[in-house]
């Protein structure tokens, strides 16, 4: 069984900077695709930022396009999520998940941490 469990959300103002790191217990294959999503209330899921299993291949949303950067060490199995230039828009619960097929079931997820950007 694997769990992935996030860290580094917070509160921040406008122009701010946070890093999310998602640290996997359990095993996880260098060949499954990390990815990172959030929530805001009344709104629906929307996928943030993917990486493939070496961490060459990467996507973003258009919102955090050159704003967020996501990166991977294998070797400690963990996923960051550097997040710059924070916009109240970027408000969220914010999640990691797991694809071993990378084909975009996302079937293992953490529970979230939270991103508050105040203006």
């Known amino acids: 069984e694997v769990d992935l469990v996030e860290s580094g959300g917070g509160s921040v103002q406008a122009g701010g900077s946070l890093r999310l790191s998602c640290k996997a217990s359990?095993?996880?294959?260098?060949?499954?695709?990390m990815g990172w999503f959030r929530q805001a209330p009344g709104k629906e899921r929307e996928e943030v930022a993917v990486i493939n299993g070496d961490g060459r291949t990467t996507r973003y949303a258009d919102s955090v396009k050159d704003r967020f950067t996501i990166s991977r060490d294998n070797t400690k199995i963990t996923v960051y999520l550097q997040m710059n230039s924070l916009k109240p828009d970027d408000t969220a619960m914010y999640h990691c998940?797991?694809?071993?097929?990378?084909?975009?079931?996302?079937?293992?997820r953490g529970q979230g941490t939270q991103v508050t950007v105040s203006s």
């Open positions: 359990g095993y996880i294959y260098t060949s499954y695709c």
């Open positions: 998940a797991a694809d071993p097929t990378c084909l975009g079931s996302w079937p293992i």
